[in-house]
């Protein structure tokens, strides 16, 4: 079975050895040296259970921005950080793979470009990227959820690109995924709402289910695909070690992206393929 016929069944891949181990200690290093500059002007909080997003600006502007995000339990009661900034933060998002070198350089090889047109994405664009820290001891679970429900297209046609930029195993957070979750269809969208703010689109009542996920322990450098309809969740990091991790959406550009999805970016910045300037 070619990986164009895997992907189709189950709805994900795993490439292990995909990035040299050099360039995930790269993306790691410069990842550090963002956090380092970073000056938390707005405290903006990612949560598992979406509930900050909605009234949260500073989210929704991050479209084309190079933005943080705290972890849910790196504050005391009184606000001050429990550790240090470095350890405190729970991703970097949405733009990195356009905004910086480095990350743009990680995000568009020959090699990704060539298996995006394997999986049949006919016009890339690379829509979102993340760094995700999965901090050791608090780094927050993730509930199951599906890519598509927050990039949106009609047909969906959002593919995630996720990289193991360290060992990732149960203890310290690993990807859990549902093999064939991606027939199920869509559940539901996050939008815009009318009124500002967002909400979710309940398009399918149906849960997802949770029997039946596996866990996706991959070493550094590995490469997991995940098709934007695959039920996928992690778990919390209750280990002393990192699971650094990136992340790069991309849609295809001959589908049709609605106006009320979250996700906006200027129009002096739209999105590209997997092609330089």
């Not at 290093?29 to 500059?37: D, I, K, N, Y």
């Not at 470095?86 to 733009?95: C, D, Q, R, V």
Request: aromatic letters at 10%; a negative charge; glycine letters at 8%.
């Amino acid at each position: 079975m070619n990986r164009a016929e895997e992907f189709s069944r189950q709805g994900f891949l795993v490439l292990p050895g995909f990035v040299p181990a050099a360039s995930c200690d790269a993306l790691r290093a410069r990842a550090g040296e963002l956090v380092a500059g970073f000056q938390p002007e707005t405290v903006s909080i990612f949560s598992t259970q979406e509930q900050t997003r909605t009234s949260d600006e500073y989210f929704l502007s991050s479209g084309d921005q190079i933005r943080f995000f705290f972890e849910e339990n790196a504050f005391k009661p009184d606000g001050s950080l429990r550790q240090d900034k470095e350890l405190s933060i729970n991703k970097i998002g949405h733009a990195l793979h356009d905004l910086d070198p480095l990350f743009d350089r990680f995000s568009r090889t020959p090699e990704l470009a060539a298996l995006a047109a394997e999986l049949g994405v006919k016009q890339p664009l690379l829509l979102q990227s993340m760094y995700i820290f999965k901090q050791p001891f608090i780094g927050g679970e993730v509930n199951s959820h599906q890519d598509s429900t927050f990039l949106y297209t009609e047909p969906p046609t959002c593919l995630g690109f996720w990289f193991a930029l360290e060992d990732a195993t149960l203890e310290n957070g690993c990807l859990w995924a549902l093999p064939g979750g991606h027939e199920l269809g869509l559940k539901k969208r996050f939008v815009r709402a009318p009124g500002g703010g967002t909400a979710f689109q309940v398009l399918d009542p149906t849960p997802l289910p949770e029997e039946g996920m596996v866990p996706l322990e991959v070493p550094k450098g590995s490469l997991v695909v995940l098709h934007g309809l695959l039920p996928h969740k992690s778990g919390a990091n209750t280990s002393p070690k990192s699971r650094h991790a990136y992340s790069v959406h991309l849609i295809d550009g001959t589908a049709r992206y609605p106006e009320d999805n979250w996700l906006h970016r200027s129009p002096a910045m739209p999105p590209r393929g997997f092609s330089r300037p």
